[in-house]
């Protein structure tokens, strides 16, 4: 993770090229996705414990540019573009940091190592946490902790080539320790009252977000004031959705997470394998459950009492076909 404090770096450094690391993690929507693109608030939820390592060892003069991860291995000249945006990561970082006189940032070669728990395609923030353990990890091998600022443009630059025209919450998402309230140009933590456990499950089918999208906004331009009613409520959720975190009332939270699931069942963007998993989660009396991201795929998430209740209700997801589970939680640990 990097630090929410400027580089202290002066302007030119002598320091050698080091291995260096960093450490970012997923996130997913509790609150607000598909209303968000009509200016609606969100809260974005960090996934702390799916994360992504990301090592940066500096290669001899001469070398090229290296990548190991899951889905390439060798020079990033022969690098399919699937990986592109992490390409990104480890140039635009050292564009950046030669910018500001850094020295070696300019003619150092890195290899690059990812290892990554973040699925890919299920609404998790995969490949902005990539591109956030990365940058940092490149950072940190020439001896420069990038400011907050710096940090979230970095990965906003590797989020464009993935998605073109990317709103902020995946960047925002994968570097918090806590809630992110995300609305217009207002992006701010949630104070939290207590400890919030959630499940996320994975219905092992990639979400469909851009059709989604392209779904909504279709519904919208045939039937504009029902989508904006939808929109609206969904709005008044995510609010009433903060104030129960930082009341600490979880029950109040899980019954938020249950009407927004119904709302976003209206505008289409649920899906078979997403209702079962959100019915299992219920039948294991989980306080809420819905699914979570573009939807049409993906995964739900659900919230539990604690920890002893996150595990029926993994097993009730796992029972209901779940690819992948799991369990996180935020807040401070009860006493």
Excluded at 33 to 61: N, S
Excluded at 247 to 266: K, N
Excluded at 286 to 308: M, N, Q, W
Aim: aromatic share 2%; proline share 5%; charged share 20%.
């Amino acid at each position: 993770m990097t630090s929410n404090h400027p580089a202290t770096a002066p302007t030119t450094t002598t320091a050698i090229p080091r291995v260096g690391s960093s450490v970012s993690h997923g996130k997913t929507i509790l609150i607000g996705e598909h209303a968000v693109v009509y200016g609606a608030p969100a809260l974005v939820l960090p996934v702390t414990d799916v994360r992504v390592t990301a090592t940066a060892t500096p290669l001899p003069a001469g070398a090229e540019h290296t990548l190991r991860s899951s889905v390439h291995t060798g020079p990033v000249s022969t690098a399919p573009a699937a990986v592109l945006p992490t390409v990104t990561a480890v140039t635009a970082t050292l564009r950046h940091l030669a910018g500001l006189g850094i020295d070696h940032a300019a003619d150092t070669a890195f290899d690059v190592v990812v290892d990554s728990a973040v699925p890919t395609a299920r609404g998790m923030g995969s490949s902005a946490a990539v591109a956030a353990a990365v940058t940092a990890a490149v950072a940190d091998a020439l001896g420069v902790d990038l400011d907050a600022a710096a940090h979230h443009e970095l990965i906003q630059e590797c989020e464009r080539v993935a998605h073109g025209r990317p709103s902020g919450l995946d960047a925002r998402g994968v570097v918090a320790d806590e809630p992110v309230w995300f609305e217009t140009d207002v992006v701010e933590p949630v104070q939290l009252t207590g400890r919030f456990v959630f499940v996320v499950a994975d219905t092992g089918v990639p979400g469909h977000t851009r059709e989604a999208v392209a779904a909504v906004r279709a519904r919208h331009d045939r039937a504009p004031a029902m989508v904006d009613s939808v929109v609206e409520r969904i709005g008044g959720l995510a609010r009433q959705a903060r104030g129960t975190l930082v009341d600490g009332d979880a029950q109040a939270l899980g019954a938020t997470m249950d009407a927004a699931h119904e709302l976003l069942s209206t505008l289409d963007v649920s899906s078979g394998d997403l209702d079962r998993l959100v019915g299992a989660a219920r039948s294991a009396d989980a306080l809420g459950a819905k699914l979570t991201g573009g939807g049409r795929g993906g995964c739900v998430l659900a919230l539990a009492a604690d920890d002893e209740h996150a595990a029926r209700i993994t097993a009730a997801l796992r029972g209901a076909g779940a690819a992948g589970t799991w369990t996180t939680s935020i807040g401070a640990r009860a006493s």
